[in-house]
Structures are given as C-alpha cells and as structure tokens.
C-alpha cells in the first residue's frame, strides 16, 4: 500500500519552455502533497506543501510564479516549471501524505534536464 | 544550528556487523521521527518511524529515540552490501499552520564485503 507515482521519470527540454510533472497517490487519498528538489549529492529541499482544493504553501525563496502547483484532486498534484532554465536542473521529488498520519510516501521522482 | 543533524559520513562497516546511524534535532516539540533510505539516482524510501522514547524494531532495523536528549538512531545489524546507501533521518516539525518533514542531510553508509 501506500504508492506513489510521478511521470514522467526523466525529461530533457530546451531553455524557456515548461514542464509539467504529475504526481499521483495510487491506493490512497492524499490529503496534503509536498514537492523536493535534491540537487546531486545533497539533501532534500522542500518546495512546497499542496493540499488538496487550496493553494501551495511555498517555502522561502522558492518562486510560485515560477513553480506552480496545482492539487485539483485527493489522488493527483502537478508541478509546472514554467520557463525552465539550466539552473532549475535537478531531481524533483514529490510525496503524499493521509489524513491522520505524518509519514510521507514518496514517488519515483523526476530528473529534469534544461538544455 | 540545523533543523536536523547527521554526520554526513561515509561511514564504513565490514558486512555482518551492526551498523549506527545518529541525528540530533533542535525542536522540542517535534514527535514525529522518520529513517528513510535513499539509493544514488532514486527517490527516498521509509524503513521505520517512530513517535515514542525507547526502542522500536523491524527485522534488522532498530530505531531508537530519546525526546530528552533530542537524539534519534537507527541499527542495521547483520548489514549488507545491499544496506548500502544514504540513510535520511527526517523529523516533523510543527508549526502554527502545518506539520513538515525536515530532512537531515543524510549519511552515507558502505558495508563492504
């Protein structure tokens, strides 16, 4: 139980473009998802906390503008990187959470590459 | 002082042999505590959490927590090659208007043959 699932896995596009990431909840209803960004060989940083029917919660410094997230629904949240430049190359992660519990479930992850 | 502390190792320990994984938090509140497991190029995995003082076990692992010294720990006895990876200790922290995880920076672990 528990699953989580991103797609896509891995994308490569081209500087001013933007990509979507999806995040879905398999067997389960996630109330709240968070959104990480793990550059190689350091720790995971949250983005931002999404709850279902709300607006993100952003951390500190991160750009909505830039970052937007939507949680439209109890099983799926997607991440827009909106003009995606080389900086914002990295492994972004998402995870979900029930009602009740604090432990996070955590998707596959995506590796994006911005030429 | 960090939200959450590891040494970021790598932390070599001979296969068969009990391998000690710390992390140390600053908020007193917190209660919720996590050890995942992260394999280079994936995405992090729980092993165990653990919400009260003492020890809990499952299977080889053994998280242990002491709310007083604020001091977490995970063992992996009878480790393996397959143990090795990088070892997340995460703690949920509370705040007026949600609950987040905070991940430690992790160490790295190496069971060698």
């Known amino acids: 139980g528990a699953v989580v699932s991103q797609h896509p896995s891995r994308v490569i596009c081209k500087s001013g473009t933007s990509v979507k990431i999806e995040c879905r909840s398999l067997?389960?209803?996630?109330?709240?998802m968070f959104w990480y960004r793990q550059f190689p060989k350091k720790s995971l940083m949250l983005m931002a906390t999404?709850?279902?029917?709300?607006?993100?919660?952003?951390e500190q410094g991160v750009e909505k503008d830039k970052f937007l997230i939507n949680h439209a629904s109890l099983t799926l949240s997607t991440l827009t990187v909106t003009s995606a430049h080389p900086e914002d190359s990295s492994f972004y992660i998402c995870?979900?959470?029930?009602?009740?519990?604090?432990?996070?479930?955590f998707g596959p992850g995506t590796r994006l590459t911005v030429l | 002082q960090k939200e959450v502390e590891q040494n970021s190792g790598p932390l070599s320990v001979p296969e068969g042999a009990i391998a000690s994984l710390n992390c140390t938090y600053s908020?007193?509140?917190?209660?919720?505590f996590f050890w995942y497991r992260q394999y280079s190029g994936k995405s992090p995995e729980l092993i165990m959490f653990i919400y009260s003082n003492g020890d809990k076990e499952d299977g080889r692992f053994t998280a242990q927590l002491n709310k007083a010294s604020q001091y977490v720990s995970l063992l992996i006895r009878d480790s393996q090659p397959s143990d090795s990876a990088t070892y997340l200790c995460a703690v949920n922290m509370r705040n007026s208007s949600a609950s987040k995880i905070i991940f430690g920076s992790g160490t790295r672990l190496s069971i060698r043959p």
């Open positions: 999404s709850n279902e029917g709300s607006k993100a919660t952003y």
């Open positions: 995870s979900a959470k029930f009602s009740g519990t604090d432990t996070q479930y």
């Open positions: 908020d007193r509140g917190s209660q919720s």
């Open positions: 067997d389960f209803q996630a109330t709240t």
